[in-house]
């Protein structure tokens, strides 16, 4: 098969405009596409198809699909390259076309950005159907024509540090349990030399006094891990690193504040925060960027027993400060408060934390973009302008001291889990909470509550789970590993 994308026509005559790909291969028909479009009704608008079949001996199956604009660039109101998103879009729409054709192989057009092109081809094939006997026939991207390969292969790890955090994240909660999981990075780290993977088991985090962590642990049969990632991809293995922490609820069902039955089954992803930076670093390795990072999840249950934490119980976390449990369906910020005081030993540059921490994200923003607290607006703009690129978009978010007197407010304890003034600002009083375990000044927490599942709202995703915003995590670093250069 062959996906060609064309462009919308800027003159009412409605003639096809062909990338240089689509002209190529028209005149290599002698026009016979230019031909046929024009005869198929009016111009393809954006992400709108037409197949033909029988045109090139070599290609069976050509799918034609619209690209939108021409020269399609940044787009302010959107903040997002809206060339990049027309092009994965499109190309992804073609692939699956081709796919339902069940042919195995799929040649694509770069569409002008081969990197984009290829994101559109790996995100839009995935799908998880691990535990199906009967699936989707699988589908082999490749570029079409070769001028572009680099920045097609760059666009292919992309894209499956993306889906590796999908797959993680869609999983069901008995196939990735902590263990399970710290096991899965493991194994697609093992090729890298300069990439060293603990597996910390209970003993050690204890010895750690990560009470608040083990707090939430302990209501589980499944015992918790800590998993830590050394990334030494930098030019001096002692440069100060960028250190990712990602909260790793592998299944949250609220424990003692047990969440309503109804999608409960989607908390197998409460591990998003874990799945999407673990995926960022295995995908840096695979770049080869050349910085350092740290990767650090807490990986646990959240779950209803005779040993779980219960309401109003006070635990105590890494750096000595004591929390008033209040909600025990509050237990992300738990896991990160002790991550965050541990990030601290290693003189990171920046601190990112990724977690699916709260409904209230959801509500504020939706599935539009990932909320952004940080103290650092150095690390704002690296995170904003990384996001413009990838589309996987970043809104920042307030961090005010209006939020933080509503968790530090607490009768029993230092701070409470949740802010006095219940559902007000749910995100807002979390954040304010996390900044509690946080000393450094470039610290950004990432809320991807919003972001954790595709139903259509991006086109270029199936529906699941939707492992972003992993790209922009990688982008983020690949940014900062080129201010390390110059």
Same mark, same amino acid.
């Not at 670093?477 to 201010?483: E, F, P, T």
């Given at each position: ?45 954006k992400g709108k198809t037409r197949i033909f079949h029988g045109l090139h001996q070599d290609f069976p199956s050509v799918v034609v699909v619209g690209l939108g604009k021409k020269n399609a660039g940044i787009n302010e109101q959107e903040n997002w390259n809206e060339g990049k998103e027309n092009i994965r879009t499109a190309v992804a729409v073609g692939c699956r076309q081709i796919q339902d054709l069940e042919i195995p192989c799929v040649e694509v057009d770069p569409c002008g950005d081969a990197q984009a092109a290829a994101e559109g081809a790996v995100l839009g094939l995935h799908e998880y159907n691990e535990l199906k006997q009967k699936k989707k026939p699988v589908v ?75 707090? $939430? +642990?302990? /209501? *589980? !049969?499944?015992?918790?891990? #800590?998993?830590?990632?050394?990334? &030494? ?129 959801? $509500? +504020?923003? /939706? *599935? !539009?973009?990932?909320?952004? #607290?940080?103290?650092?607006?150095? &690390? ?107």
């Amino acid at each position: 098969g062959l996906v060609l994308g064309v462009y919308s026509s800027e003159k009412d005559d409605g003639a096809a405009q062909f990338t240089s790909a689509g002209d190529a291969f028209d005149r290599l028909v002698s026009g016979k596409l230019r031909a046929l479009l024009s005869l198929c009704g009016p111009p393809l608008k954006k992400g709108k198809t037409r197949i033909f079949h029988g045109l090139h001996q070599d290609f069976p199956s050509v799918v034609v699909v619209g690209l939108g604009k021409k020269n399609a660039g940044i787009n302010e109101q959107e903040n997002w390259n809206e060339g990049k998103e027309n092009i994965r879009t499109a190309v992804a729409v073609g692939c699956r076309q081709i796919q339902d054709l069940e042919i195995p192989c799929v040649e694509v057009d770069p569409c002008g950005d081969a990197q984009a092109a290829a994101e559109g081809a790996v995100l839009g094939l995935h799908e998880y159907n691990e535990l199906k006997q009967k699936k989707k026939p699988v589908v082999t991207p490749q570029l079409h024509g070769s001028a572009e390969s680099q920045a097609w292969q760059k666009g292919v790890i992309y894209a499956e540090g993306q889906n590796l955090a999908r797959y993680l994240m869609e999983a069901p909660a008995n196939y990735i349990t902590p263990i399970k999981f710290a096991e899965h990075i493991e194994q697609k780290l093992r090729t890298f030399s300069n990439v060293k993977v603990h597996i910390r088991p209970e003993s050690w985090i204890t010895t750690q006094e990560m009470g608040a962590f083990l707090s $939430v +642990a302990k /209501g *589980s !049969a499944e015992p918790p891990i #800590f998993l830590e990632i050394h990334y &030494l991809g930098g030019a001096n293995t002692d440069d100060s690193p960028l250190v990712f922490v990602g909260k790793g609820v592998t299944f949250d069902s609220g424990g003692i504040s047990l969440k309503p039955s109804s999608g409960m089954d989607a908390m197998r992803a409460d591990m998003g925060g874990a799945a999407t930076v673990c995926s960022a670093i295995v995908t840096a390795a695979a770049l080869n960027l050349p910085l350092n990072i740290i990767g650090l999840a807490p990986l646990c249950e959240n779950m209803p027993s005779g040993k779980a934490n219960k309401p109003g119980d006070v635990v105590r976390a890494k750096n000595g400060k004591t929390i008033q449990v209040d909600n025990t369906d509050a237990e992300g910020r738990l896991l990160l408060a002790d991550a965050l005081c541990y990030a601290h030993n290693f003189n990171a540059r920046a601190i990112v934390n990724a977690a699916t921490l709260t409904g209230a994200m959801d $509500v +504020a923003l /939706g *599935s !539009a973009a990932t909320g952004v #607290f940080t103290n650092s607006s150095w &690390l704002w703009t690296h995170l904003y302008e990384a996001s413009i690129l990838t589309g996987d978009r970043v809104w920042r978010m307030p961090l005010f001291e209006h939020y933080t007197k509503q968790v530090t407010d607490c009768p029993l304890a230092d701070v409470s889990n949740i802010g006095k003034y219940s559902r007000a600002g749910g995100a807002c009083t979390a954040a304010a909470f996390l900044k509690e375990f946080v000393t450094a000044s470039h610290w950004a927490h990432l809320d991807i509550a919003g972001v954790m599942s595709n139903k259509d709202e991006v086109p270029y995703l199936r529906k699941g789970m939707a492992g972003r915003p992993t790209r922009t995590l990688v982008e983020f670093a690949a940014r900062l590993s080129q201010d390390t250069h110059n």
